[in-house]
């Protein structure tokens, strides 16, 4: 609290990036501090990619169904 108040008053660049900054990155390195941001982005990525792989197989199978029967197969 001291640091913040001695921020405000007398670093304004260092007050306006702490108040700036992302909570949800903050605890993704405090629970795991020793992966890189690029780990970190690539298992976002991983993780988002493969819902939207689980969307597609759940939605997807009606369409490919739809065209199999409209070509007589």
Known sequence: M???LFNILF???KFIAF???DPFLVR???EDPHLTEWDRFARAEYVRLAMEEEGEEAGGA???EDSLSE???
């Open 11 to 13: 670093n304004l660049n």
């Open 19 to 21: 108040e700036t900054r």
């Open 28 to 30: 993704q390195e405090r």
């Open 71 to 73: 070509t007589g197969f």
């Open 62 to 64: 009606g369409v490919w």
């Open 2 to 4: 001291s640091g913040t």
